[in-house]
């Protein structure tokens, strides 16, 4: 049994989550039960996701009770960030300005588009999970 | 694949919503004669800023914005509030 899928039983069984939420989540790692999975495997047997979900759901304390539910497929995110390139360089400046307010020292500049490959293709170990006032959730499937 | 259908769906508190499925080819050929006719502006332009200018990346504006509009389809954007529903579904 891998992590993830551990910690989604555990969640289920402390009452964080539904029985719904844990299968969407299982559905979302690819651990459902009949062995259906949303993402397939590429050559080198990696699983190979097709979308990055982002789901806002309202939390007990909620008070505004937003739902969020954004899917975007993977090849749109690899297809948007070749736009990059067309961020002039006088930008660059203000930019790496912008994260550096962020807290994030990044140089635009240096950015090549393979790192940005890089990047995208990583996403696929990403989960995050917020519990605050609302639920946020960022996976892929 | 390129999204053949948009299906749209907004939705205010005490109002009546608004639903619409859209079929996306009509935005798509639209699209492309509006491509067509700015192609040889877009080539001149390149032309012209070519060597202290962005004239090389104009020239990869058409293969880029057809890369992203082929890839939407798939794209889901659903927000519910308690005032508001939206929901945009590239189909």
């Given at each position: 049994?891998?992590?993830?899928?551990r910690?989604?039983?555990?969640?289920?069984?402390?009452?964080?989550?539904?029985?719904?939420e844990?299968?969407?989540?299982?559905?979302?790692?690819?651990e459902?039960?009949?062995?259906?999975?949303?993402?397939?495997?590429?050559?080198?047997?990696?699983?190979?996701?097709k979308?990055?979900?982002?789901?806002?759901?309202?939390?007990?304390?909620?008070?505004?009770?937003d739902?969020?539910?954004?899917?975007?497929?993977?090849?749109?995110?690899?297809?948007?960030?070749?736009?990059?390139?067309?961020?002039?360089?006088?930008?660059?400046?203000?930019?790496?300005?912008?994260?550096?307010e962020?807290?994030?020292d990044?140089?635009?500049?240096?950015?090549?588009?393979?790192?940005?490959?890089?990047?995208?293709?990583?996403?696929d170990?990403?989960t995050?999970?917020?519990?605050?006032?609302?639920?946020?959730?960022?996976f892929c499937e | 694949?390129?999204?053949?259908?948009?299906?749209?769906?907004?939705?205010?508190?005490?109002?009546?919503?608004?639903?619409?499925?859209?079929?996306?080819?009509?935005?798509?050929?639209?699209?492309a004669?509006v491509?067509?006719?700015?192609?040889?502006?877009?080539?001149?332009?390149?032309?012209?800023?070519?060597?202290?200018?962005?004239?090389?990346?104009?020239?990869l504006?058409?293969?880029?914005?057809?890369?992203?509009?082929?890839?939407?389809?798939?794209?889901?954007i659903?927000?519910?509030?308690?005032?508001?529903?939206l929901?945009?579904?590239?189909?």
């Amino acid at each position: 049994m891998n992590d993830k899928r551990r910690k989604i039983l555990d969640m289920l069984a402390q009452g964080k989550i539904t029985v719904e939420e844990a299968e969407k989540l299982m559905a979302a790692i690819g651990e459902t039960g009949n062995g259906t999975e949303a993402a397939g495997t590429d050559a080198a047997g990696r699983r190979s996701w097709k979308y990055l979900r982002v789901q806002v759901e309202p939390g007990p304390d909620s008070e505004k009770g937003d739902r969020v539910n954004i899917r975007v497929p993977f090849k749109l995110i690899r297809a948007g960030l070749k736009f990059a390139a067309f961020i002039p360089r006088e930008a660059h400046a203000k930019v790496n300005q912008a994260f550096k307010e962020r807290g994030m020292d990044v140089d635009l500049a240096r950015i090549t588009p393979q790192d940005l490959e890089e990047i995208v293709s990583n996403l696929d170990d990403m989960t995050v999970e917020v519990d605050g006032k609302d639920k946020v959730r960022i996976f892929c499937e | 694949m390129l999204p053949m259908i948009v299906r749209f769906k907004v939705k205010e508190a005490g109002r009546r919503g608004f639903g619409l499925w859209f079929p996306a080819i009509l935005i798509w050929i639209v699209l492309a004669a509006v491509m067509l006719v700015l192609l040889p502006f877009m080539l001149l332009a390149a032309l012209a800023t070519w060597g202290r200018g962005p004239g090389p990346r104009l020239l990869l504006i058409y293969p880029l914005l057809a890369s992203v509009l082929w890839n939407l389809g798939g794209l889901t954007i659903d927000v519910d509030q308690k005032e508001r529903t939206l929901l945009i579904d590239f189909i």
